[in-house]
């Protein structure tokens, strides 16, 4: 419950620091991404929506994080996907469940922020990419 209370509070931090975040990157990094790929839902859909304040308050820094972050999320996603498959019932279950919604458009927000701000050729990488990843598919679906 701790790591709940935490990433609640992170975005706050991220809105008023703004670009001046990028100096601490290498302490908060680490525990976003932890966070994204936790396996408690609200944990991972609060840690994707701090994700998304961060890259947008650092947008002119992401071009050089981009790559590794674009590889977290597609793991958490891909990881997200088989928790989500091994507690659902049926498809059905899980696209019409709320909390799986709120997570399944968390992850889209961060991937498409993090689309816009990535270089030329890194996007012109995930497009081409969009066959073979589910991430990527979701996110340019909706670019």
Known sequence: MLSNA???TQWHIAQRLGLVTVRYFGRLMPLLVGW???P???VR???LRTLADV???TWPRMPAHA???WRHLNAAYEASNLLTAAGAASETAATTDPPQQAQTESFRDAGRLLFWCC???LRDSLQADRSTSAFAQAVLAAV
């Open 119 to 121: 270089d030329d050729a």
């Open 45 to 47: 859909t609060e840690a």
């Open 40 to 42: 408690d839902m609200a």
């Open 67 to 69: 790559p590794q972050l």
């Open 36 to 38: 994204i790929q936790s």
């Open 6 to 8: 935490l990433v609640r």
């Open 55 to 57: 890259v947008q308050a």
